[in-house]
């Protein structure tokens, strides 16, 4: 426990400072700061998203700190109006997440979609999308289950390429690696 000791001309009085949590995901929000304060941290700025999160501690009643934390994800959250620019005219394979905020599994599976995005990124493009927001494209790709996950090419889904539900990181990273090794994308 991190105590720092304040006096004053009456009294002295021991001022607790909370440690600062690890960085940790629950359903796509990131969270960062002391066991008394967790603010969610997001945003979607353009191709890629920059979330930052000024938090402070006081080290004595009239001084405090701020830390900035900047965080790069390799996965864009996108929509109907989107889609036909990002994944349809991308120039590399595109891995879309069909996800939405009530599914357990989309939860379950968020890491591991996180850093195969990061490990992938310059072979492939990782993108999700809200099922509930976007009712059209699950329509047009006939997603039943959650979570789904489809690669496209050159504007089109690889056959074969759907996949729905749960998925370890090691699953899906021999998944990614034989489309990608196939020759089919």
């Not at 109907?80 to 599976?109: H, M, N, T, Y």
């Not at 997603?143 to 998925?167: C, H, N, T």
């Amino acid at each position: 426990m991190d105590t720092l000791m304040a006096s004053s001309s009456a009294t002295a009085a021991i001022l607790y400072r909370p440690p600062v949590l690890p960085l940790r995901s629950s359903n796509s929000l990131f969270y960062i700061g002391s066991a008394f304060t967790r603010k969610p941290l997001f945003g979607n700025h353009g191709a890629e998203r920059k979330l930052i999160h000024s938090f402070q501690h006081s080290s004595s009643p009239s001084s405090s700190s701020s830390v900035k934390v900047q965080i790069k994800c390799g996965v864009t959250e996108i929509n109907e109006s989107q889609f036909s620019e990002v994944v349809l005219k991308s120039d590399r394979p595109v891995l879309v997440e069909f996800i939405a905020g009530w599914c357990g599994p989309c939860r379950l599976i968020a890491p591991a979609i996180e850093s195969i995005a990061q490990e992938y990124e310059e072979k492939l493009l990782v993108v999700k999308i809200d099922h509930d927001s976007n009712p059209k494209l699950i329509q047009e790709y006939k997603v039943y289950g959650l979570p789904a996950l489809i690669l496209f090419k050159d504007g089109q889904e690889i056959p074969e390429s759907r996949r729905e539900g749960a998925i370890t990181k090691a699953k899906l990273k021999e998944y990614i690696d034989a489309l990608l090794k196939s020759g089919k994308s």
